[in-house]
């Protein structure tokens, strides 16, 4: 397998009407990491609750380590932030967030998510959702009510069925999977894949991460997200 190398952009803009997002994200390449996270809980307290998360994660960076062993430090960090935000004082309901991680290292990428904030990939000019929405909207679509999360209401695909912190009971899903020159990876939250169809996600991923993660937001922007939004594009070269 040919050496591998990546760089990575980053973008992002409050939901209009707002001076601050609630959004947050780590951009780590030399340690293959990156991660959205978007809060919950209202009053600023999502904005701490997501900045806790990606904290967490930058706490456990294993720049040097195996893949697996970088998961499982990812993990923890989860499950840390969860615990210490369920605990959170002074809210009658805990505040809580999604969370998509990004880990990159020995020809692979492996995913981990807690709620609907995405990772696609775009290869050969094809767009694939990498993560599956903890939502109920997603849960409708399960059962075969509808085609697909985007006929859902928007109150659908906002209600989400699990979160860090909160409250409920935490359940990390994972995906791991070969990635090879070429490919684009997207991490964004729902006030960027709500709203942007997903043939322009696959044109904006065309050009630099740079150009990439500001089209994204400006289009969202365009298309009138009512959310915070955040956009972190990866891109994956052979290393020279």
């Given at each position: 397998m040919s050496a591998l190398a990546w760089h990575s952009a980053a973008a992002g803009q409050p939901r209009p009407g707002r001076a601050a997002s609630e959004d947050s994200h780590i951009a780590a390449p030399a340690a293959g990491l990156w991660a959205v996270a978007d809060g919950m809980g209202g009053h600023g307290e999502g904005g701490r609750a997501s900045g806790l998360l990606v904290e967490a994660l930058r706490a456990a960076l294993l720049p040097d380590a195996a893949l697996g062993a970088r998961m499982a430090a990812a993990e923890a960090a989860i499950a840390q932030a969860d615990a210490h935000l369920a605990g959170w004082a002074g809210t009658t309901r805990p505040p809580g967030s999604t969370v998509s991680v990004l880990l990159l290292g020995e020809g692979h990428a492996a995913c981990l998510w807690v709620g609907d904030s995405r990772i696609y990939l775009r290869r050969d000019g094809a767009l694939l959702q990498l993560t599956r929405d903890h939502s109920l909207a997603q849960e409708m679509v399960d059962r075969g009510l509808i085609a697909s999360a985007e006929m859902a209401a928007p109150a659908e695909r906002r209600s989400l069925t699990?979160?860090?912190?909160?409250?409920?009971?935490?359940?990390?899903?994972?995906?791991?999977?070969?990635?090879?020159?070429?490919?684009?990876?997207?991490?964004?939250?729902?006030?960027?894949?709500?709203?942007?169809?997903?043939?322009?996600?696959?044109?904006?991923?065309?050009?630099?991460?740079?150009?990439?993660?500001?089209?994204?937001?400006?289009?969202?922007?365009?298309?009138?997200?009512?959310?915070?939004?955040?956009?972190?594009?990866?891109?994956?070269?052979?290393?020279?």
């Amino acid at each position: 397998m040919s050496a591998l190398a990546w760089h990575s952009a980053a973008a992002g803009q409050p939901r209009p009407g707002r001076a601050a997002s609630e959004d947050s994200h780590i951009a780590a390449p030399a340690a293959g990491l990156w991660a959205v996270a978007d809060g919950m809980g209202g009053h600023g307290e999502g904005g701490r609750a997501s900045g806790l998360l990606v904290e967490a994660l930058r706490a456990a960076l294993l720049p040097d380590a195996a893949l697996g062993a970088r998961m499982a430090a990812a993990e923890a960090a989860i499950a840390q932030a969860d615990a210490h935000l369920a605990g959170w004082a002074g809210t009658t309901r805990p505040p809580g967030s999604t969370v998509s991680v990004l880990l990159l290292g020995e020809g692979h990428a492996a995913c981990l998510w807690v709620g609907d904030s995405r990772i696609y990939l775009r290869r050969d000019g094809a767009l694939l959702q990498l993560t599956r929405d903890h939502s109920l909207a997603q849960e409708m679509v399960d059962r075969g009510l509808i085609a697909s999360a985007e006929m859902a209401a928007p109150a659908e695909r906002r209600s989400l069925t699990r979160a860090v912190g909160g409250g409920g009971r935490l359940a990390i899903d994972r995906l791991v999977l070969p990635i090879q020159a070429g490919d684009r990876l997207l991490l964004c939250t729902d006030g960027v894949s709500m709203v942007v169809p997903q043939m322009r996600i696959v044109e904006a991923l065309e050009n630099s991460p740079e150009q990439a993660a500001w089209a994204l937001i400006g289009l969202a922007a365009a298309l009138g997200s009512g959310d915070d939004m955040t956009a972190l594009v990866v891109a994956i070269d052979a290393a020279r």
